[in-house]
């Protein structure tokens, strides 16, 4: 895990792995996001995306989930914004994610002095190199103090 | 359904009703954002939270729910962007979460006559009426001329 100290604005990173499902994509779609689009392929067919395709809310958890999974992710007390988020292409059953990162922004709590802001912006890609979603998170994360006071 | 010729910037409505479980927040969390706060009530004690909450990703999910559950939604062929995405409060085991909307901009598509984009600000709250969570989001939404043509 990388800390505050850790990153420099500019840092790039390659990471992650997600292998998409037609089962997932329907049953992510029952649970939050149950449009036609995401739930039958019928319906779908006669949508603007012409095949069952995930629900971007569906598309932003399995980019936390390469997020969460990569070992040189942010060591983070929370996160507390997302921004720009924009669905460029779909995600459909099948696809194999992976995503790109860089360091946008870091600047110390004014209140804190064992934590800092840092906002990274993503890309998440599918297996032939087109970005499917942009995005930028920031988060709470520590400083070395912390785990080296324990 | 609302479709872009029935909503006007500055039309707001409430909606919704969500009721959070500890299983839930876990079962996402195990899915999509195994970090300790969300899946383990000591590690969670421990933590900034000091209690088991909902990944932010997990709420922004329950928030499209409570959107594609409301009667007034928009009629829309897609979603394309989010923005402005806080989380300000924790969501928590038990709590039950609603929606307000306001309608802040919209605009025809340059290139069709059967669709328009309209952006939507969003707030999140919870049962003692805090606001937990805010974003903007985008869709492209159809004009009645399309439904109208069948």
Not at 4 to 30: P, S
Not at 46 to 68: K, Y
Not at 125 to 144: C, I, M, W, Y
């Amino acid at each position: 895990m990388r800390y505050f100290e850790d990153v420099e604005v500019g840092l790039t990173a390659e990471f992650g792995t997600y292998a998409v499902t037609k089962d997932e994509i329907r049953e992510f779609a029952e649970k939050y996001d149950p449009q036609p689009f995401h739930l039958d392929e019928a319906a779908a067919a006669d949508s603007v995306f012409g095949e069952l395709v995930a629900s971007g809310w569906h598309t932003m958890a399995m980019c936390m989930r390469m997020i969460a999974e990569n070992p040189d992710r942010l060591a983070a007390f929370a996160g507390v914004a997302a921004d720009n988020i924009r669905w460029h292409r779909p995600v459909r059953p099948d696809d194999t994610l992976h995503m790109r990162s860089e360091i946008l922004e870091k600047r110390p709590s004014s209140k804190r002095d064992d934590r800092g802001y840092v906002t990274t912006g993503f890309e998440c890609l599918n297996q032939d190199g087109e970005v499917v979603t942009t995005f930028e998170a920031t988060a709470l994360v520590k400083r070395r103090s912390v785990d080296e006071a324990g």
